[in-house]
Structures are given as C-alpha cells and as structure tokens.
C-alpha cells in the first residue's frame, strides 16, 4: 500500500504561480512512477505529468507543457508539481497518483491515489 496526500492548492491570480506537493507513505518511494491528474467540475478526470521511479523520464500533456514543471525528492519521499503562468482553465482539483511497473505515461495502471487539493486561478 501507498498512501498519497497533496498539497499546496490555493487560489492564484492568471499569471501567477503554485507548487504543489505529494508526500508518499508506505512502500518504497522510488518503486513508483508519480502522476498529477486533474478534474474541474462538469469535466473528466484528465492527465497533467508523470516521472519515472528513476526521476530522469518525465512526460507532460500538451496543454501544460513548458508552463509545469514535475520533479521528484526521494530523501522526502514526495512528488512535486511546479505550475507557472497559470490560467483560468488551469482550475481544478489535482490528485496525485502511483503506479508500479514501467510505464509512466497517462497509460499507466495508475493504483494509488491521494484526496486531491484545490487549484483556482481566478482575478
């Protein structure tokens, strides 16, 4: 078992910045590729990122790239997700996600979640 929790959602202005945060317990940290989701109200829940248990691989949805940023600390076990020029349709619950294996991509069997925390980007 893997127990996810997230962090760092807020309310931002358009233009601005949040990190948000996803502390891993249980088994092994570096067994598991990470993932961000996302789902806005009315909306499927869509892929954002994702990096490999071996930090070096990492894959983006076209709507974010180059505006988020995901890395990985495995001293502390947890997934970050760096998000920058944030728009309105940037608002959405994100949910941090674990999968064994090596796939690491939206395709992956993603096993484990977090609760999600809150991310609204609005004037």
């Known amino acids: 078992q893997v127990q996810l929790v997230e962090t760092g959602g807020g309310l931002v202005q358009p233009g601005g910045s949040l990190r948000l945060s996803c502390a891993a317990s249980?088994?092994?940290?570096?067994?598991?590729?990470m993932g961000w989701f996302r789902q806005a109200p009315g909306k499927e829940r869509e892929f954002v990122a994702s990096?490999?248990?071996?930090?070096?691989?990492?894959y983006y949805a076209d709507s974010v790239k180059g505006r988020f940023t995901i890395f990985r600390d495995y001293a502390k076990n947890t997934v970050y997700l760096q998000m920058n020029s944030l728009k309105p349709d940037d608002t959405a619950t994100y949910y941090c996600?674990?999968?064994?294996?090596?796939?690491?991509?939206?395709?992956?069997?993603?096993?484990?979640w977090g609760q999600g925390t809150q991310v609204t980007v609005s004037s």
């Open positions: 996600a674990a999968a064994a294996g090596n796939q690491y991509g939206p395709s992956a069997r993603y096993d484990y």
């Open positions: 249980g088994r092994t940290f570096s067994s598991y590729n």
């Open positions: 990096i490999h248990l071996d930090g070096t691989r990492t």
